[in-house]
């Protein structure tokens, strides 16, 4: 897990090592521990990386990374868990490595097989090839997106990092995005490819960019996450009977996520999700396993304590138990290291921030995380109320015209009439699951937008994001069950944007690799089949039976509650965070907690808009 950046120079043009260098310095907490920088001999690619050594702890697999007849090199963030496999195979065919490392057998699949080679990756990455005979450049993503990967195009250079704010640091300027600012407050993080800055982009999931010497750039798909979740080469009569083709795939994905020179942790609530993954870990595992919970003085004795449960779980599955107790001043303390870390405005983060933080105060260097669960198997209360919705808006808009599609028809008030604006939002749009979706999902409605923002901002935002068509592309290839779209909905909107964002930044902020086995390409290939149909279906109780010792009932049967934190109660008491006051729409009764966060959030990135 790592730190990368670099900057290629088009037609003759020469880059600064030095704008190199101040994006590595700007990511140290990403690699702590070790920084390496290369440039081409006639000064016009120059490559940064920011090591967190996990696999081959030895100096010689730092990066940036050349192939042995010098035509490649790459700077790679990320894990390859089949890195071992893929190696054999390389091997078995005559390949060399110097290293342990699974940085070395990406650059030397690379070399034999080239782009087509970007689908046998299994794992989390972002990475950057350059091919000097070629003279190309490949920056490339996984299909999940877990890994992010940032760029500036220009006619003169293309510039590109890990994080957003490591841009900014070697020179990169521009302005807010309106499409950012209100895709933010409509999701509660920015939706890529938008960045809070016009001038720079997100490379999607699944694809590669591909950069000639002259300067010509394409992008292109290799594994989209629609695609593999409506996968139809499967046999249906296979999997009839859930629990052992699941349970195989499960712990062959767990297995893969514990390829590792270092000990691996696990963040432990008392939900299903990363329950099951520690009785997964056991039944893979001989080894010790520490797990960390963190812990709130107000949820005590409420349905939101995680520690009690998962105290529980850690005892059946023979884990190390590690509760972090996290207070309000712990929280203000830290407030504005938070901020300085967050990469991208989101209303998400906090929980993973501080149980990341104290993640590295017991000496782990590397968590698994139950991220994906609910996305994976239907675990989110939109999986039944968005089908529901859509069919009963269709049977209430009969011979109506409510279609809303002209943002110009924004009122100036965020409400409309005495409707609850997620009433009528859901009224608007709710006849596709796209607008379903959007009315469940969003933290402001489009309508509430011109209360808590200028007005022809969120006019010009909303007509360049264009929501609905936004959330639509993501589903263009439409599956054949409600399940399965919702589950599309929730990996490529809320999933992506910000669960695996949050994740990225919050735990590197502490030099931390978090590892998601629930959140793989591979792992949904295999369960691909259970999307097809809703009646051949899986759902949380196929992951709680997984282990080989199932969780007990006080997991399985307790009420949903997330890994949550009482951010809006100390949002009630804080004058750093209390700019929302100034807002009618935001003083009113009633107002969710997580817009008025969000105000706050958006005031620290855009200031008042």
Request: hydrophobic share 40%; with cysteine; aromatic share 10%.
């Amino acid at each position: 897990m790592c730190g990368i950046a670099g900057i290629f120079g088009f037609s003759g043009q020469h880059v600064n090592l030095v704008a190199v260098a101040r994006m590595t310095t700007a990511m140290a907490s990403r690699g702590p521990d070790g920084e390496g920088h290369w440039q081409s001999d006639d000064g016009r690619l120059s490559l940064g990386h920011r090591r967190l050594s996990i696999i081959d702890l030895n100096r010689r697999s730092d990066q940036p990374l050349h192939s042995q007849d010098g035509r490649y090199s790459i700077v790679f963030n990320g894990e390859i868990y089949n890195y071992r496999e893929l190696r054999r195979n390389l091997e078995a065919k005559g390949s060399i490595f110097r290293t342990e490392s699974d940085t070395e057998v990406i650059l030397e699949l690379f070399r034999v097989r080239g782009k087509s080679m970007f689908c046998e990756l299994r794992g989390m990455f972002a990475f950057t090839i350059w091919d000097s005979l070629e003279r190309r450049l490949f920056l490339v993503r996984d299909p999940y997106g877990i890994k992010p990967l940032y760029y500036f195009l220009s006619t003169k250079y293309i510039q590109f990092a890990s994080q957003v704010k490591a841009l900014v640091a070697g020179g990169v300027a521009g302005s807010p995005d309106p499409a950012a600012i209100v895709g933010f407050h409509l999701f509660g993080s920015i939706p890529e490819p938008y960045t809070y800055l016009d001038t720079v982009k997100s490379l999607p999931s699944g694809h590669y960019l591909e950069i000639s010497d002259r300067g010509s750039a394409k992008i292109e798909s290799y594994s989209l996450i629609s695609e593999i979740i409506n996968l139809r080469d499967y046999k249906e009569s296979l999997y009839l009977e859930h629990h052992k083709p699941v349970r195989e795939a499960l712990l062959d994905s767990v297995k893969a996520h514990l390829v590792s020179d270092l000990p691996v942790g696990l963040f432990l609530s008392a939900g299903i999700d990363s329950g099951a993954l520690l009785g997964l870990m056991r039944d893979a595992t001989a080894s010790q396993i520490s797990c960390l919970t963190l812990a709130f003085d107000e949820f005590q004795s409420s349905r939101d304590d995680e520690a009690t449960i998962a105290a529980q779980v850690a005892r059946q599955y023979g884990a190390d138990h590690h509760v972090h107790c996290m207070t309000r001043d712990d929280f203000l303390a830290d407030l504005p290291l938070f901020f300085a870390a967050m990469d991208q405005p989101t209303i998400d983060g906090v929980n993973t921030y501080f149980i990341s933080k104290a993640a590295k105060e017991i000496g782990l260097k590397i968590a698994i995380s139950g991220l994906g669960g609910d996305e994976l198997f239907g675990g989110y209360p939109s999986f039944r109320h968005i089908p529901r919705d859509v069919a009963r808006v269709k049977l209430l808009r009969m011979g109506c015209d409510a279609t809303a599609s002209d943002w110009q028809s924004l009122p100036r008030s965020g409400r409309s009439g005495h409707i609850e604006p997620k009433i009528e939002a859901l009224f608007r749009y709710g006849a596709s699951f796209e607008g379903a979706y959007l009315a469940r999902r969003c933290v402001f409605t489009p309508q509430e937008l011109p209360g808590v923002m200028d007005r022809d901002l969120a006019i010009a935002g909303l007509t360049k994001l264009q929501p609905l068509e936004h959330i639509g592309a993501q589903t263009r290839q439409k599956s054949r069950s409600s399940f399965g779209h919702v589950a599309l909905l929730e990996s490529t909107i809320y999933m992506r944007n910000q669960l695996l964002r949050d994740t990225d930044w919050a735990a590197m902020a502490h030099s931390l690799e978090v590892r998601t086995p629930l959140v793989d390409s591979f792992l949904l290939r295999k369960l691909s089949p259970h999307f097809q149909s809703d009646a051949n279906r899986i759902d949380k109780s196929t992951l709680a039976t997984a282990p080989e010792t199932p969780l007990p009932d006080s997991v399985t049967r307790r009420p949903k509650s997330g890994f949550s934190t009482p951010l809006h109660q100390w949002l009630q008491h804080e004058n750093a965070l209390g700019g929302w006051r100034d807002s009618p729409t935001l003083r009113r009764k009633g107002t969710k907690w997580a817009k008025r966060w969000a105000f706050s959030v958006s005031q620290q990135f855009f200031g008042a808009i």
